[in-house]
């Protein structure tokens, strides 16, 4: 009789409980990115090593006036990828091309773009949205390989300008 | 065509099958090639190093190139949602 009693208070409990209303809100529509972010990021580091230690390198001999053999070495070696048929194009791949497939593959990996049909009861047109998301590592890393190409350009450029004059 | 040679733990592949070990040792054979190889060449330690240093950035490159091609992939897409 006792366990009767407790098992009707406990459904009477039951039955009085306060559900909580939810209301489930779900994105309109799932936006993918054409890339995986973590695996994008992986590689975009491996791609601007070699560039950024180059970069170090040069910061460090020029800029901050440290001339150790370690330094001066690695023009040394630069300008000898240059000399050496057959990989003479190496140098140029290594510090442009490669930040540049690291912009790409970590812009892919963030970026979301969509053309849509307007609704046809106002203009007709169609609407280009670019949606990006905020993933440090990734725009980061574009940063990093942006400010490394335009070093790059910028050296080019100053070159060929003192060249010609 | 799917293939599960590398496995990807931060920015480091490993493998986790016998073409991916196989790979893993060839760069690992030819990292100490290069060693000896400039080691034979230069004229002071620090001479080795620089070199060595830029040869094996090199070839971590070309092996994660490869492991990023080649690694398992998860259950789940391989894209992410925006």
Redesign the interface.
């Known amino acids: 009789m006792v366990i009767m009693k407790e098992q009707d208070e406990f459904l009477k409990q039951m039955e009085n409980l306060q559900v909580p209303d939810i209301s489930p809100e779900h994105p309109e529509k799932?936006?993918?990115?054409?890339?995986?972010?973590?695996?994008s990021?992986?590689?975009g580091?491996?791609?601007i090593?070699?560039p950024s230690?180059f970069l170090l390198c040069v910061f460090m001999y020029y800029f901050f006036h440290i001339h150790t053999?370690?330094f001066g070495?690695?023009f040394k070696?630069m300008e000898g990828l240059e000399r050496t048929p057959y990989i003479d194009f190496l140098g140029p791949i290594?510090l442009v091309v490669?930040p540049i497939i690291c912009i790409i593959i970590n812009a892919l990996?963030?970026?979301?773009v969509q053309v849509k049909k307007q609704n046809p009861a106002q203009s007709g047109g169609r609407e280009f949205s670019i949606?990006?998301?905020v993933k440090l590592w990734n725009i980061l890393l574009i940063l990093i390989s942006l400010a490394i190409v335009f070093t790059f350009i910028a050296y080019v450029m100053t070159e060929n300008i003192s060249i010609q004059n | 065509m799917k293939l599960n040679w590398f496995t990807r733990k931060g920015i480091i592949y490993w493998p986790v099958s016998i073409a991916g070990w196989l790979i893993w040792l060839i760069a690992l054979a030819y990292a100490v090639y290069t060693f000896i190889d400039i080691d034979g060449r230069s004229h002071s330690v620090s001479d080795t190093l620089i070199n060595f240093v830029f040869n094996l950035l090199l070839i971590g490159l070309a092996y994660t190139i490869i492991a990023y091609f080649t690694e398992a992939k998860k259950a789940t897409a391989d894209t992410d949602q925006v």
């Open positions: 799932v936006k993918m990115a054409i890339m995986n972010a973590d695996r990021a992986a590689l580091v491996w791609l090593v070699v230690y053999g370690w070495s690695m070696m290594i490669l990996a963030i970026t979301h949606t990006i998301k």
